[in-house]
């Protein structure tokens, strides 16, 4: 039997060395997928939403998304607009939408054809756009989950793709695409700054339309959601947060979605920043734990210099969170998220929810204390796991513990 302990730390890359993640497939399901689809071809109002896959990279599929429905469709694929619905209605909006699979290298982006182009322009838009999409045979029955990406509808093999409506692109975006020197970094903060939502942002640049011309690259979907919180997370924490005055006491920050249970401790001080995730018995990736499983990622000031491997995309969502807080704020705090993934968890739905409930979190009146000892006593309470567990595996902890004496739980 694999380890609970390994299940964790994988989250479906098979680094168990099996050709397919057991527990994904055992959620890989679709029920009346058959009806959704008449024969081989459809229309519907794509969100717009574009999926490119990870497996055999260089060689990746890219899918437009779209269910068979002429209906307003944009909140399937509006993460920022999620969080208080029910796992149940996030499942249903999400399996709606049809995957019909186009074999592809990533480098083609550098110089797409028209149908990759057409793909891309959809990406790019801010409002469903009607498409025609043929298959090749009728869509595969079930449902796709990930840790990191939002659960997906039916799997189809595309045949022809086009776009009936003209894109809505925005005047922004449209010039930075357009630019064919600008790096994709540049543009990605440029268009955070102008208010695009960070959803936008995984879309174009996984599409392969950021980025110098001819370095242009089709990003996996998953690998584009982390890469755009960690790059917009860092460079807000480096370029403010860092030169902000320091909060002069303990804010402790709360939420509970989906049954992952949030608390952010703000410490005056530098910044750095800490997830510690408990996996309780029974959660998503912990269905065959007996006991509690904590992993952690942290930085100091200076921040990290490899990926965090334990927490994975959700160390990064989570730090988004809590610098956009801080710099709506303009302070600087070290910050220590404590979540504890319950039982009901039972699907993983993609790391949205931990970025939405951090923000959640951050938008709620805080309690305020004026010490460590004081907040963690208070902590210790509210949290399913003993406090000293987390001491054990925390560096942050730790490292407060030694500057400020904080005394042990």
Not at 6 to 14: A, D, H, S, T
Not at 341 to 358: A, M, T
Request: hydrophobic share 40%; aromatic share 10%.
């Amino acid at each position: 039997m694999i380890s609970p302990k390994l299940c964790i730390r994988c989250k479906g890359k098979l680094l168990c060395g099996l050709k397919t993640c057991p527990i994904l497939e055992k959620q890989n399901f679709f029920k009346g997928a058959d009806s959704l689809v008449k024969g081989t071809s459809f229309s519907g109002n794509s969100p717009p939403s574009v999926f490119v896959s990870w497996k055999n990279y260089p060689k990746i599929n890219i899918a437009p998304l779209s269910p068979p429905t002429l209906d307003n469709t944009a909140i399937l694929d509006s993460p920022e607009k999620w969080f208080g619905l029910p796992q149940e209605r996030i499942v249903s909006m999400r399996q709606q939408l049809i995957r019909p699979n186009k074999s592809i290298f990533a480098t083609e982006a550098s110089n797409p054809s028209y149908e990759l182009i057409e793909i891309q322009e959809l990406a790019m838009s801010s409002s469903p756009v009607t498409v025609n999409v043929d298959l090749k045979k009728k869509i595969s029955p079930n449902i796709s989950f990930d840790h990191g990406v939002a659960p997906m509808g039916p799997v189809g093999l595309l045949k022809k793709f086009s776009v009936e409506d003209n894109p809505t692109i925005p005047q922004k975006v449209d010039y930075l695409v357009s630019d064919t020197d600008a790096k994709s970094q540049t543009a990605l903060m440029e268009l955070y700054g102008a208010g695009i939502p960070v959803s936008y942002l995984h879309k174009i640049l996984s599409a392969g339309t950021l980025g110098v011309k001819k370095n242009r690259r089709l990003v996996p979907t998953r690998w584009s959601i982390t890469a755009v919180d960690s790059n917009i997370g860092k460079e807000l924490v480096n370029e403010k947060v860092k030169h902000f005055q320091q909060i002069g006491e303990f804010q402790l920050f709360h939420s509970n979605y989906l049954d992952n249970d949030f608390w952010v401790l703000l410490i005056p001080g530098s910044w750095a920043f800490e997830q510690l995730e408990c996996w309780l018995p029974g959660g998503s990736w912990a269905a065959n734990a007996s006991s509690a499983t904590i992993i952690q990622d942290h930085e100091f000031y200076s921040g990290r210099t490899t990926y965090a491997s334990n927490t994975e995309g959700a160390y990064y969502a989570a730090r988004l969170a809590v610098a956009e807080h801080l710099v709506s704020k303009k302070r600087q705090a070290a910050a220590i998220v404590f979540r504890e993934i319950g039982s009901d968890y039972k699907i993983p739905l993609g790391v949205w929810q931990i970025r939405e409930n951090v923000r959640h979190a951050m938008q709620q009146k805080f309690l305020s204390f004026s010490s460590i000892q004081l907040a963690l006593s208070f902590l210790s309470k509210k949290l399913k796991i003993p406090i000293k567990d987390y001491h054990k595996e925390s560096k942050l902890l730790d490292h407060f513990k030694h500057q400020r004496r904080l005394s042990d739980f």
